[in-house]
């Protein structure tokens, strides 16, 4: 015989016992606890957002004070409400503590692939604050990096553009290169767009970067680089036979304007 569940008989102290008047205030008095509770996060959290937004805001204005220039992206904002930033420049900063302080604020805006540290109008090996002590402050600053143009700087060694994963286009023309990291080109494993040479017209014709044995084993290196698409060469002379070797890669003759 199937046996009959016994009829709910609410205890003594459950609220199911008590008057409805009184269940009614409880329930009211539960609501606005959590009706402000609500409230207050709610308060809380856009609190929180205007704060990251000044200090975004902030960022930028002391970026700028710095001599650095922002191009942002047209019509774009991000979550902050803050618009959206597509490139850094630093060719204005002539100061290398200044440069320093703007690459850790520039740091700090979110979303930033683009990096220019060319100075303006100068066409001449080592003009440029950057180096590689510094290069190495913007691989731990800028982890999200696609483009980089240290052109006419002081980059004697690629360590820290390895490092740089997401790098897709490379600007480096005109830097004193050592001999040696002439031939790191092919540990760039992600660098499609390359702009190499030295357009300096006072380097001497003998010089390391005018060898044509030199130019053979960079090239060669070039050739390596598994994901180079284009190459724009600056007073670097390719033979037939060293244009065979970047078979699959378009050459681009460029010369200073």
Request: positive net charge.
């Amino acid at each position: 015989m199937t046996k009959i569940p016994a009829k709910f008989v609410p205890g003594k102290f459950s609220i199911a016992s008590w008057p409805a008047w009184i269940q009614m205030i409880v329930a009211c008095f539960a609501g606005s606890l959590f009706g402000g509770y609500a409230a207050s996060t709610t308060a809380i959290s856009k609190q929180e957002e205007m704060l990251n937004r000044q200090m975004l805001v902030d960022s930028m204005d002391h970026f700028i004070q710095l001599g650095g220039e922002i191009i942002r992206q047209p019509g774009v904002v991000t979550e902050d409400g803050v618009p959206a930033v597509r490139r850094l420049g630093f060719y204005a900063i002539d100061d290398r503590e200044d440069l320093q302080k703007a690459i850790f604020c520039g740091g700090t805006l979110p979303g930033v692939k683009e990096i220019d540290f060319a100075p303006i109008g100068i066409n001449s090996v080592g003009r440029g604050l950057m180096d590689g002590t510094v290069l190495r402050v913007v691989a731990r600053n800028f982890p999200e990096l696609e483009y980089l143009d240290v052109s006419h700087c002081r980059v004697q060694d690629l360590a820290a553009i390895q490092n740089m994963t997401k790098l897709r286009t490379l600007k480096i023309a005109n830097n004193p290169l050592e001999y040696a990291e002439l031939q790191s080109f092919r540990r760039l494993k992600n660098v499609s767009e390359l702009w190499l040479g030295w357009p300096d017209e006072r380097l001497d014709k003998d010089s390391l970067y005018r060898n044509p044995e030199v130019t053979k084993g960079m090239l060669k290196a070039l050739s390596e680089m598994p994901n180079l698409k284009k190459l724009h060469l600056y007073s670097v002379r390719v033979r037939e036979s060293e244009r065979k070797m970047l078979e699959g890669v378009e050459i681009v003759n460029v010369r200073m304007k």
